[in-house]
């Protein structure tokens, strides 16, 4: 059983915290009970998850949204908020552009069936890439979001319509696309993954949306929300993998830097790995293993909602010293949080680094929840063990001074 159910209209949330899995997939629905149980356990808003034209509507006119109406009830008992992702054209509707009044049916038959259950719905996937849109072009995107934005408003003008996020901040595509789109979309959406590299979450997060907001003012759409539907980095030994222990500090420092920045929300790529052998790079993305197990990245998520829960603000105040992070914010019961880390160094063991603080330190603990007992000088001085790339959260301090 679930840990609670909680109706539809309660558990609209203002969560940042989301996830993308294939629930409404063959192969990972039969996961979907134990898996919404983690989600609830780790405080995870939102799923962004497939209703995949193909698989709806195979021959036309001949629906079968059994694996669907089993998410969205399961979700909505959870209280777990879905972004349904619409796309993939069956072949007797390609090319998409073309259909477009086969497509409106597709929207609209969904929609009006998950009427009030389903929140918000993005517009395909990735139209900038081959894989996933045969001819990648911008004006035939655009075209397909105006016909999607009009027909979800007629049916549901609460649900959010959700930018069909490129792969990356392709600025070619984005700067035809959005003046054509006439501003027919509620949140903007980008897919901003870093494991090519790898990099860094701290080298182009808050840059990435910094320059999302600028091509928003440039092409004369305006300020929208902005949403990471799609990122994360693998944790496998090929050559643009990590280390579980490294995925897992870099899904804290993400959120926190891209929050810090003005994200409204992100959806972790992906929860469960695909597969028992998680050595291809694609396999290799989740936070949990394919049975389920947690890897650290899913306790370092758990323990980031508990030091940031949805509703938190940002402090602004200095928030890096050199190799230093320490990006503040304000909890909604008005506690203060500070997350610490060193993104690059080289040292072995945790460097000790003296602090005073401002205002009492209630709370220590680690990026996978752990309570760390912080010790003090004989000056007076807490000394924090900033192990490499792991955040050290802090809390109750109102400032802190670093000597």
Same mark, same amino acid.
């Given at each position: ?290 049975? +389920? *197990?947690?890897?650290?990245? %899913? ?11 949805? &509703?938190? =603000? #940002? ?45 009492? +330190? *209630?709370?220590?603990?680690? %990026? ?11 000056? &007076?001085? =807490? #000394? ?20």
């Amino acid at each position: 059983m679930l840990l609670h159910s909680v109706s539809v209209g309660q558990s609209r949330n203002v969560s940042p915290y989301g996830v993308h899995a294939h629930l409404t997939r063959q192969d990972e629905h039969s996961f979907t009970q134990d898996e919404l149980k983690l989600y609830q356990q780790a405080h995870i808003g939102w799923l962004r998850t497939g209703f995949v034209w193909a698989s709806l509507e195979r021959k036309d006119g001949q629906w079968d949204f059994e694996r669907c109406d089993d998410v969205v009830e399961q979700c909505n008992r959870a209280g777990v908020q879905i972004m349904g992702l619409l796309h993939g054209a069956p072949q007797w509707a390609e090319p998409v552009v073309d259909n477009l009044d086969h497509w409106r049916d597709f929207v609209r038959t969904t929609v009006t069936r998950y009427k009030g259950r389903v929140p918000a719905w993005q517009i395909w996937n990735e139209p900038n890439l081959k894989q996933f849109w045969k001819n990648p072009n911008p004006e035939h995107y655009a075209a397909l979001l105006k016909v999607s934005y009009d027909e979800i408003k007629k049916i549901d003008p609460d649900a959010l319509v959700v930018w069909g996020a490129t792969s990356q901040l392709d600025w070619p595509f984005l700067k035809t696309a959005l003046p054509l789109s006439n501003g027919k979309f509620d949140v903007m959406a980008v897919h901003p993954y870093g494991y090519g590299d790898p990099r860094a979450p701290e080298a182009y997060i808050a840059d990435c949306i910094a320059d999302l907001n600028k091509l928003l003012r440039i092409t004369g759409v305006g300020e929208r929300p902005i949403w990471f539907t799609e990122w994360g980095w693998p944790s496998h030994r090929g050559q643009r993998g990590m280390s579980d222990r490294q995925q897992g500090q870099y899904i804290a420092r993400a959120y926190i830097t891209a929050l810090q920045a003005g994200l409204q929300r992100g959806f972790w790529y992906e929860f469960q790995e695909r597969a028992e052998a998680d050595e291809v790079n694609e396999d290799a993305f989740g936070m949990v293993e394919y049975n +389920l *197990k947690p890897k650290p990245a %899913y306790h370092s998520y758990r323990t980031l909602v508990k030091a940031r829960p949805p &509703g938190s =603000t #940002i402090i602004g105040q200095p928030a890096k010293d050199g190799l230093i992070y320490y990006p503040a914010w304000k909890r909604p019961d008005g506690t203060t949080v500070h997350a610490v880390w060193v993104v690059w160094n080289r040292w072995a063991k945790p460097r000790m680094t003296p602090v005073r603080f401002k205002g009492e +330190l *209630k709370e220590s603990f680690d %990026y996978l929840g752990k309570p760390m007992k912080l010790e003090t000088d004989d000056s &007076g001085r =807490t #000394i924090l063990p900033l192990d490499w790339g792991s955040p050290l959260y802090l809390v109750g301090p109102e400032k802190i001074i670093f000597e």
